[in-house]
């Protein structure tokens, strides 16, 4: 067999093995993501939270990952991946006991955003690794299983939260980790094997930092938009991320080794399928921090009963994952993108029209499991041509994207998703005490309009209101989350037309690919063909 089947069809030694190490060790991020949803209306009663300090808790760790994952990918690349995977795993230890037992909620979410940085170093590299070891369709394979068991593992967080909730305390469920990471830990210490197709270039550090100040400026400008006598804060957070972007772009065109080459990343199916990502990973977390929060606000659920209900979600994801790879190599990318936006676009439908104060758990259910079946179909394909699209040396630009779609994905939809449920929340809610003609004080109007929680406190406060206040708010958080399911519909209907305008189609594809391919064994004649074929452990 010649230096170019081999590479077409290269795995590592103890390759399930390998490839479950590195599951594990992405799992750990990606409960991390989801513990928090279904612990929020606990958090919020607990510390009496606003719902801008709760939205902040959930895309904390999002906004940590995301800010991040380029700069750290390319340190994995440069110093070793293994190093960084393990010290992300161990580091992940301590971010999550001080979630745990925070005494504040700022705390809490000064916790989650170091245990997303701490994720920034495991995370990236769990991608890159499969990149470096496994080429052809295997590395399909590979991807198609991290990406579908990752979704699943991170809707089953809901579920495994709402156990813990069950019997312990809201700090709970940010322990649910540590049996997993130390388990993950151990395993890639014996299998992950370490310094493959690594660089040898210096880090462009300068862009790192820009990198981090640009994604960080973008998400909180966000989150802060909705919040009164916050709006100076939101658009001088908003000035910095765009001044922060000019001076990335500025940077990685002068940098001799640029931390993020804007060539690689003008090719088609490279931009085309980091922006479909971010919409498909983001339409999921989106729909699970504002369902969570649904399904105990609205419908009365436990804690255990809303972890329960996203189980279809998580069942799809797997159960499609594989297929998706099996398309992806029949019918490409482009077709399997569009498929699974179709299923995310239902689902939100589902939710916008099925959504009510009193909907049975059938209509709950099917929303989640068309999301799934979405996530599911193009979870695969976002990813896989993300690494198809870049040379091996540089598998953390390719990883640190992926990974942006999912956690720069998370934390902009759960941002846009977070605002627009708390103006939504807040307009419905002002509406109906304007309606009902009672006097209510500036200061008891602003808890019952500040978040559901804020209302349910001032119905304790006054039980004989207490079933109208409830009702009102019932309703009120009906209405915001419709405009949030309106804003999913609308980022899909926008990616659909970008897949369906500048993805090349299969055949086209492929020869971009294989041509890419070429071009950058010819830049690296010095990387052996073979090389990933049976690499060992370290």
């Known amino acids: 067999m010649n230096a170019s089947a081999d590479r077409t069809a290269s795995q590592p030694q103890r390759a399930g093995l390998v490839l479950t190490a590195l599951i594990l060790v992405a799992a750990v991020a990606n409960l991390n993501l989801a513990v928090a949803n279904v612990a929020l209306p606990s958090i919020g009663e607990h510390f009496d939270s606003s719902q801008t300090a709760l939205d902040l808790v959930a895309v904390g760790y999002s906004l940590g990952l995301a800010c991040s994952v380029l700069w750290l990918g390319a340190l994995g690349d440069r110093y070793g991946r293994k190093m960084m995977l393990l010290a992300g795993t161990v580091l992940a230890i301590p971010a999550s006991l001080l979630a745990a037992w925070a005494p504040s909620d700022v705390v809490l979410i000064v916790a989650r955003i170091g245990g997303g940085f701490a994720a920034g170093m495991a995370y990236p590299t769990t991608l890159a690794l499969i990149t470096a070891l496994w080429s052809g369709p295997g590395r399909t394979k590979a991807i198609a299983l991290w990406s579908g068991l990752g979704g699943a593992i991170a809707a089953l967080g809901p579920l495994a939260s709402g156990l813990l909730l069950e019997h312990f305390w809201w700090g709970s469920v940010f322990l649910l980790t540590l049996p997993l990471a130390v388990v993950a830990i151990v395993m890639a210490v014996r299998l992950v094997p370490a310094h493959v197709n690594e660089g040898t270039e210096p880090v462009d550090n300068i862009g790192g930092i820009l990198s981090l100040v640009l994604v960080g400026a973008l998400i909180l400008s966000i989150n802060f938009a909705p919040v009164p006598d916050k709006g100076t804060l939101s658009i001088g957070l908003a000035v910095v991320a765009v001044a922060a972007l000019a001076l990335f772009y500025l940077r990685q065109r002068r940098a001799s080794n640029p931390l993020y080459d804007l060539d690689v990343a ?149 941002s846009i998703f977070g605002a627009l449920l708390t103006a939504g929340y807040a307009s419905a809610f002002a509406s109906q005490i304007a309606e009902s003609n009672r006097q209510v004080s500036d200061n008891i109007a602003g808890q019952l309009t500040k978040s559901f929680d804020g209302a349910e406190a001032i119905a304790q406060e006054y039980p004989q209101y207490s079933s109208q206040i409830t009702a009102a708010a019932k309703t009120s958080f009906v209405q915001g989350d419709q405009w949030a399911y309106l804003a999913g519909i609308g980022a899909v209907l926008l990616g659909a037309v970008v897949v369906a305008r500048f993805f090349p189609r299969f055949e086209r594809e492929q020869e971009l690919l294989a041509a890419y391919q070429a071009e950058d064994m010819g830049a690296d004649p010095d990387i052996p063909a073979a090389r990933t074929a049976s690499p060992s452990p370290a």
Request: charged fraction near 10%.
């Open 266 to 414: 003008a090719r088609p199916p490279f931009w085309v399928a980091a922006c479909a990502g971010i919409i498909v990973f983001g339409s999921l977390m989106g729909a699970m921090f504002v369902g969570q929060q649904y399904l105990q606000n609205v419908l009365g659920y436990s804690t255990l009963d809303a972890g329960l209900a996203i189980l279809p979600a998580a069942f799809c994801m797997v159960l499609v994952a594989p297929r998706s790879a099996k398309i992806v190599e029949a019918r490409g990318a482009r077709f399997t993108l569009l498929s699974g936006y179709v299923f995310v676009m239902l689902g939100f439908l589902s939710m916008l029209l099925l959504w009510k104060e009193d909907a049975s758990y059938w209509k709950v259910g099917l929303g989640y499991a068309l999301v799934g079946i979405g996530v599911g179909l193009a979870g695969t394909p976002a990813s896989h041509s993300l690494t198809g699209s870049v040379p091996v040396r540089r598998a953390g630009m390719a990883s640190g994207t992926a990974d942006l779609q999912r956690d720069l994905g998370g934390a902009f939809m759960q």
